[in-house]
């Protein structure tokens, strides 16, 4: 690691522990994030004419986050949303408790600052069994983008990938024989094995052998989905893709990809499915996030509630 930065100028701090994140092998959407939120924190000192990260104190950092709380979105006029608030507020935590423990920021006032709790959050309105047959109706069949379309939305649903997840499959990570997707270092940087079901296995390679040979070109290398330039998906083209036929189906919610995700886990808790093996099933590092969607099990709560409320009926 190269030796710590030379003053204490913030540009130079900044920089110098992004490239320790760089050099730790954080994935660059990490880092991207964390350069972000240590922007906005940058701007905010030099507008209170702060020049010097040792300066900032328990006042500073109290002084940011009523900023934060008061702060409007960009052409909106309504506040950041908690969320946003403590993830600004940790990345700047998180940076000052680094520089401190390479000693080049002396004091410990970070220790003393307690971030805002934001409570639960619960997902947009899911998309029930229905809704997910209804938007499936909306895809045509017999169209090379339709069958290509229809086994995104099968292999999302199926597998409760993330996006990014998707996007990143290669020909070989399909596992036909077990049904069964690999999934290469997803967002916690662990492989794991994401199961699908005989339909979705239908829809798959279907596309496989009547579509992706149609669409195939010299750059399409290894990748399982392809545009329609013959190229891997990107992400942003699979939320609008994803997102266009939720809102074809008119069932009055919102959201794109992540929605079959959502949908998938908690449809899985609806029929009794263990939370670990949903927990599993999403890849999530802790059972604590899992936990969410217990929230939003409306039909296990309303079993529960019937068996166990004396005046359910």
Same mark, same amino acid.
């Given at each position: 690691m190269k030796?710590?930065?030379?003053?204490? @100028?913030?540009?130079?701090?900044?920089s !110098?522990? /992004?490239?320790?994140?760089?050099?730790?092998?954080? &994935?660059?959407?990490?880092?991207?994030?964390k350069? =972000?939120?240590?922007r906005?924190? *940058?701007?905010?000192?030099?507008? @209170?004419?702060? @020049?010097?990260?040792?300066?900032?104190?328990?006042?500073?950092?109290?002084?940011?986050?009523? !900023?934060? *709380?008061?702060?409007?979105?960009?052409?909106?006029?309504?506040?950041?949303?908690?969320?946003?608030?403590?993830s600004?507020?940790?990345?700047?935590? +998180?940076?000052?408790?680094?520089? %401190?423990?390479r000693?080049? +920021? &002396?004091?410990?006032?970070?220790?003393?600052f307690?971030?805002?709790?934001?409570? /639960?959050?619960?997902?947009?309105?899911?998309?029930?069994?229905?809704?997910? /047959?209804?938007i499936?109706?909306?895809?045509?069949?017999?169209t090379?983008?339709?069958?290509?379309?229809?086994?995104? +939305?099968?292999?999302?649903?199926?597998?409760?990938?993330?996006?990014?997840?998707?996007?990143?499959?290669?020909?070989?990570?399909?596992?036909?024989?077990?049904?069964?997707?690999? +999934?290469? @270092?997803?967002?916690?940087k662990?492989?794991?094995?994401?199961p699908?079901?005989? &339909?979705?296995?239908?829809?798959?390679?279907?596309?496989?052998?009547?579509? *992706?040979?149609?669409?195939?070109? /010299?750059?399409?290398?290894?990748?399982?989905?392809?545009?329609t330039?013959g190229?891997?998906?990107?992400?942003?083209?699979?939320?609008?893709?994803?997102?266009?036929?939720i809102?074809?189906a008119?069932?009055?919610? &919102?959201?794109?990809?992540?929605?079959?995700?959502?949908?998938?886990?908690?449809?899985?808790?609806?029929? =009794?499915?263990?939370?670990?093996?949903?927990? =599993?099933?999403?890849?999530?590092?802790?059972?604590? %996030?899992?936990?969410?969607?217990?929230?939003?099990?409306?039909?296990?709560?309303? *079993?529960?509630? %019937?068996?166990?409320?004396p005046?359910?009926?």
């Amino acid at each position: 690691m190269k030796t710590n930065p030379s003053s204490l @100028q913030i540009n130079e701090c900044i920089s !110098f522990y /992004l490239n320790n994140l760089l050099i730790k092998d954080y &994935t660059m959407k990490t880092i991207d994030n964390k350069s =972000e939120n240590l922007r906005f924190f *940058r701007e905010w000192l030099h507008s @209170q004419n702060i @020049q010097n990260l040792q300066s900032v104190d328990l006042d500073v950092f109290e002084d940011y986050m009523a !900023f934060l *709380r008061n702060k409007k979105c960009n052409n909106k006029d309504k506040n950041l949303a908690p969320s946003t608030v403590r993830s600004r507020l940790t990345s700047v935590r +998180v940076f000052i408790q680094f520089l %401190t423990k390479r000693e080049i +920021v &002396t004091h410990r006032e970070v220790e003393k600052f307690e971030l805002p709790t934001i409570g /639960l959050i619960l997902p947009k309105p899911i998309l029930s069994y229905e809704d997910v /047959l209804r938007i499936i109706k909306q895809i045509p069949q017999n169209t090379v983008k339709g069958i290509r379309d229809r086994a995104i +939305v099968e292999c999302f649903y199926a597998s409760g990938i993330r996006r990014s997840e998707l996007a990143a499959l290669n020909l070989l990570d399909v596992d036909f024989s077990n049904y069964q997707l690999r +999934v290469v @270092q997803s967002k916690n940087k662990k492989d794991r094995y994401a199961p699908f079901g005989k &339909t979705a296995g239908k829809w798959l390679k279907k596309y496989l052998r009547d579509v *992706r040979p149609l669409y195939a070109s /010299l750059c399409s290398g290894n990748a399982f989905f392809l545009n329609t330039a013959g190229m891997r998906f990107g992400t942003s083209n699979l939320s609008s893709l994803m997102s266009k036929y939720i809102k074809k189906a008119n069932i009055n919610k &919102t959201g794109a990809c992540h929605q079959y995700r959502h949908a998938a886990a908690t449809h899985m808790l609806d029929n =009794e499915a263990d939370i670990r093996h949903v927990q =599993e099933f999403l890849g999530h590092a802790s059972i604590s %996030t899992t936990q969410l969607y217990l929230h939003v099990s409306k039909a296990k709560l309303r *079993r529960v509630y %019937t068996k166990t409320h004396p005046r359910a009926d």
